[in-house]
């Protein structure tokens, strides 16, 4: 019987500091040992993947920028999902016109960014950055693909967040999610990470009978709901613990290897908070 965990990264298996506990590492070893295929399907660029050592030598695939990219075990793209040129311009000029600070992430790399080494960025800074930027440049570049783009707004500003949502509620080629408070994350309606669990197995011809997913973030909702069992951390938003099977602890107590430590006590107790049993 084949049985997949597909893992969040950020606010999941990474703590605060962006870092992965050895608990945690034990605890992937583990669901490989026991014969689970462990995907890493998380809202990050490749590159911002791999720079952890942890990860990069578990030789898992990896779904990237929220099911955009899938990689195989051995590094191969086994598909990308784009936004089309004529959509992308059309949200940028929306974006621009509200004021909010704008990442593009593309075959070409990311501008003027990508997410990570912006979290503990300043206003100013993070202003800096965006004004700088040369976007026209972005579409002169051969063969473009271009994967998504953030909305990104500093925490003082989040009902800007809510009104980018409102302003694309009509751009129906598009999925719109949030990984933090502060951001939108638009990607192509084809990429997103319960999709992509699902795509993994037909591009494969590895059907799964069970599928754990754990996550924290809206950018989760679609794999948490294609998920047999649906893991929210216990610091998810409510209304993601609200549709979770289970809730496990917060990122920075080690909230994912408690799940998968626990994980026959899991599938017993649907819809409640995983008695303390350490």
Request: one cysteine or more; hydrophobic letters at 40%; a negative charge.
């Given at each position: ?27 992937l070893n583990e669901l490989q040992e026991k014969g689970y295929e462990?995907?890493?399907?998380t809202g990050r660029a490749y590159k911002d993947v791999i720079k ?227």
């Amino acid at each position: 019987m084949m049985k997949c965990f597909s893992i969040d990264l950020d606010g999941t298996l990474l703590n605060s500091q962006h870092e992965i506990s050895e608990r945690s590492i034990a605890a992937l070893n583990e669901l490989q040992e026991k014969g689970y295929e462990v995907i890493i399907n998380t809202g990050r660029a490749y590159k911002d993947v791999i720079k952890f050592e942890e990860i990069k030598n578990l030789n898992v695939p990896i779904f990237c920028i929220n099911g955009s990219i899938l990689y195989s075990k051995s590094n191969e793209v086994l598909y990308e999902a784009t936004i089309a040129i004529s959509s992308y311009k059309n949200i940028f000029t929306i974006l621009k016109n509200m004021g909010v600070g704008i990442l593009v992430y593309t075959n070409h790399g990311n501008f003027p960014s990508s997410l990570p080494p912006l979290h503990q960025k300043s206003k100013e800074e993070l202003d800096a950055i965006f004004r700088q930027c040369n976007y026209d440049a972005i579409l002169q570049m051969d063969n473009l693909k271009i994967y998504k783009l953030i909305a990104l707004v500093d925490y003082s500003q989040l009902n800007k967040i809510k009104e980018v949502r409102k302003a694309l509620a009509s751009q129906l080629d598009i999925s719109v999610a949030s990984s933090f408070p502060n951001n939108l994350e638009i990607t192509s309606n084809e990429a997103q990470k319960g999709k992509a669990i699902l795509r993994y197995q037909q591009i494969m011809n590895r059907p799964f009978d069970e599928i754990y997913a754990i996550g924290d973030g809206d950018n989760d909702l679609s794999q948490l709901e294609v998920a047999t069992t649906s893991i929210a951390m216990g610091n998810a938003s409510s209304h993601i613990q609200d549709i979770a099977d289970i809730v496990t602890k917060k990122n920075d107590e080690d909230g994912f290897a408690y799940a998968v430590e626990n994980l026959l006590q899991l599938k017993n107790n649907k819809n409640n908070y995983i008695p303390n049993l350490l």
